[in-house]
C-alpha cells in the first residue's frame, strides 16, 4: 500500500477562497519548458498552490497490466480495462482478478501511441450490452489513423459480437504517434471523440484543415451518423463529424456537471498543455499559437501564442504535466471537492486537482506524485478514484482519503 502525505509550505502566505486554503504562490513545478511566454490574463497559468493537507490512501486492486490505457465501470464488482497492446478485460474489483482477454475484436495498429485505447459503455448498456472502444487501426502500407467501433459485450463477459466500425479518422498517416482519444458521451446520447493530429510536421497542418479529421474534437451519434446540430452538420464548410479543431494530441474529455458543457485537456509540444471548453465551430490555434516551443528548443510556426479568430486555452502548464484523461469530482469522500477537475499526468506523474470559479482556474494542487505515470482517473460508483498507471506492469489503484 502506497501513502502520500500533501503538505503545506512553511512558507507560503495563504489566502482563503471558497473553502480552500491558497498559498499566493503556485505550485512549485520548475522553470518553464519555453521561457519568455506571456499569459493572455491572469491566472491562465501558475495558479495559487492549494495547500489543504489532505492524506490519502491508494490501494492497488489489480496488476500486471500491459499499458492499460482506458476504464468503464460495468456496475460495483466489475470494469472494463483496455491494454494498448491491444487487449481488452474485465476486472473483479473485489478480488482484483483480470479475466482472459475478451475476443471479438478487430485488428489493431500497437506500433509506438498506438493501440487499443478508450473504452465506454452504451448509455443503455443494461439493456442492449454494447460497448464502444476506440484504437489505432491499421490502413495498409504502414499508414493507420483512430477509429471508433461497438460491439455486444456477451452475457458471460468472454467476447464481443456485431462489432461495427462507426467512425474512422481521415486522412490515414503512415505515424505511430498522437491519436488521441478519449470517449465521452453528453445527455443526449452523443458521442464526443477526441483525436491527434499524428505529430510529425506534414500532418500537424491539417488539425487546421476542416477537411480534415486530424486535430479535431468531433461529435457523432450513437450509431455513427452525424447530429443536426454539429457546426459543419451540411458537409459545405467541412467535415460534418467536427465539433472544434486546431488541437493537438487530446487524450481527456469530461463534461462540467452544472451545465453538461465539455472540457476537454490536451498535450502540447515542450511546454504549453492545454485545458479547454470547445465550444461548436471554434478554433483552438494549433500549429499557429501555442504556449509551448518544439522540441528542439525552436519556435513552432513564427512562435505566436494568440492570433485573431483563435481561441485561448483556459489554463495551461508549463512546466509541462503531460496530461491523460479527466474527471468532475462529483462524489462524496472528498468533501469540498465536488466540482473539482482531477487530471492523471504522465509526467512528472500522480495528479493534479484544479478548482474553478466558473470559466476560470482559482487553485492547483499535485498529489501522489509516487504513482508515477498516471494515464486514466475516474470516479467510481463508490465515490472513490480509481487510476490507471501506464507501465508494462501497470495497475488498478483506487484512492480514499486516509482517514476512512
Known amino acids: 500500500m502506497i501513502r502520500n502525505l500533501v503538505t503545506s509550505s512553511s512558507t507560503a502566505l495563504l489566502l482563503s477562497l471558497s473553502g480552500e486554503t491558497l498559498a499566493q504562490e503556485p505550485v512549485q513545478s520548475g522553470p518553464p519548458n519555453a521561457p519568455g511566454q506571456t499569459p493572455a490574463f491572469e491566472g491562465q497559468t501558475r495558479a495559487p498552490a ?37 487487449r481488452l478485460r474485465t476486472v473483479d474489483l473485489e478480488s482484483g482478478t483480470l479475466s482472459a482477454p475478451i475476443e471479438g475484436l478487430p485488428e489493431i495498429d500497437a506500433r509506438g501511441q498506438g493501440g487499443l485505447l478508450d473504452v465506454a459503455l452504451d448509455p443503455d448498456f443494461a439493456g442492449n450490452r454494447r460497448i464502444y472502444f476506440s484504437y489505432a487501426e491499421p490502413r495498409g502500407d504502414g499508414e493507420n489513423g483512430t477509429a471508433v467501433a461497438r460491439g455486444v459485450l456477451s452475457q458471460d463477459d468472454s467476447r464481443l459480437t456485431n462489432v461495427e466500425v462507426i467512425f474512422r ?33 506534414e500532418p500537424r497542418q491539417l488539425a487546421q484543415d476542416l477537411n480534415a479529421h486530424l486535430g479535431k474534437v468531433v461529435r457523432i451519434n450513437a450509431d455513427g451518423s452525424i447530429p443536426e446540430d454539429n457546426p459543419f452538420a451540411d458537409g459545405n464548410a467541412g467535415l460534418a463529424e467536427i465539433w472544434s479543431y ?37 478554433n483552438y490555434g494549433w500549429p499557429v499559437i501555442t504556449y509551448g516551443e518544439d522540441y528542439s528548443g ?15 486555452p483556459v489554463y495551461y502548464w508549463d512546466p509541462v504535466i503531460a496530461p491523460g484523461d479527466m474527471a468532475f469530482y462529483e462524489g462524496e469522500r472528498f468533501p469540498g471537492w465536488q466540482g473539482d477537475l482531477i487530471i492523471a499526468s504522465l509526467s512528472p506523474g500522480g495528479l493534479v486537482r484544479l478548482t474553478l470559479d466558473g470559466e476560470r482556474v482559482s487553485g492547483e494542487q499535485r498529489l501522489l506524485p509516487s504513482l508515477g505515470r498516471v494515464r486514466d482517473v475516474t470516479e467510481g460508483p463508490d465515490g472513490a478514484l480509481w487510476v490507471l498507471t501506464d507501465a508494462s506492469n501497470g495497475a488498478l489503484i483506487r484512492i480514499v482519503p486516509e482517514d476512512e
Request: net charge negative.
Open 50 to 86: 492549494i495547500e489543504d493537507r489532505i492524506a490519502l490512501t491508494p490501494t492497488t486492486i489489480a496488476q500486471g497490466l500491459a499499458h492499460p490505457w482506458g476504464l468503464a465501470f460495468v456496475d460495483n464488482g466489475m470494469a472494463l480495462v483496455t491494454e494498448r497492446p491491444g
Open 169 to 201: 479518422q481521415t486522412p490515414a498517416w503512415d505515424s505511430t504517434k498522437h491519436f488521441g482519444s478519449t470517449l465521452t458521451w453528453d445527455a443526449e446520447g452523443r458521442l464526443y471523440v477526441t483525436l491527434g493530429e499524428r505529430s510529425l510536421p
Open 298 to 312: 525552436a519556435p513552432i510556426g513564427d512562435g505566436l501564442t494568440a492570433k485573431e479568430g483563435m481561441e485561448q
Open 246 to 282: 486546431g488541437h493537438r494530441n487530446v487524450q481527456g474529455a469530461a463534461l462540467e456537471p452544472t451545465s453538461g458543457r465539455l472540457w476537454t485537456i490536451e498535450h502540447g509540444p515542450k511546454g504549453g498543455d492545454e485545458l479547454n471548453r470547445p465550444e461548436a465551430g471554434n
